[in-house]
């Protein structure tokens, strides 16, 4: 799969000062899915939200899409670590990665409801409820499944 060239514009243009912090550089050494790390799955969201949107012409305020895609899984521990917090992962993830984002950057309300609804329906109460959040709940699904199919295969370039 391909980015054109203004989502690639758009996503280096809106992680500036979020996927070169000190934080992402730690989310390179977490395992998400197979051999991918959390950076990677996160970076991969990202690119597959922006996809999404153009495809289906949803128009979507990319500059939360991409943050909120970026910041969705910023929970910041290996999840694989069953002595950490790995109890009930998937259902506490998503509070744990926006309490993190909103010490560390300032969030627009839809980029909040992007990472406390993406593991929706899981989290019942947790509603996507806007379409930046709908998009990223999909995008995150896909690259999920991409990712523990494929394990080693990049899905993008
Ligand atoms: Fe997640
Ligand atoms: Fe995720």
Redesign the pocket.
């Known amino acids: 799969m391909k980015m054109n060239a203004n989502d690639e514009r758009g996503i280096l243009q809106y992680l500036r000062g979020v996927s070169d912090t000190e934080e992402a550089a730690r989310m390179k050494g977490f395992v998400q899915h197979g051999h991918i790390s959390t950076y990677q799955h996160v970076m991969n969201v990202v690119e597959m939200s922006c996809l999404l949107d153009r495809a289906l012409h949803l128009h979507s305020d990319r500059k939360s899409l991409v943050r909120g895609a970026f910041l969705?899984?910023f929970?910041l521990y290996d999840w694989h670590d069953r002595s950490v917090h790995a109890r009930l992962h998937g259902f506490r993830?998503?509070l744990t990665?926006l309490t993190n984002a909103r010490k560390r950057f300032v969030l627009s309300p839809k980029e909040e409801n992007i990472i406390e609804s993406?593991?929706w329906p899981l989290t019942l109460t947790h509603l996507p409820r806007c379409r930046e959040a709908v998009v990223v709940c999909l995008a995150?699904k896909i690259c999920a499944l991409y990712e523990t199919v494929h394990r080693d295969k990049a899905m993008f370039r």
Do not use: Q
């Open positions: 969705h899984d929970y993830h998503p990665a993406h593991m995150d």
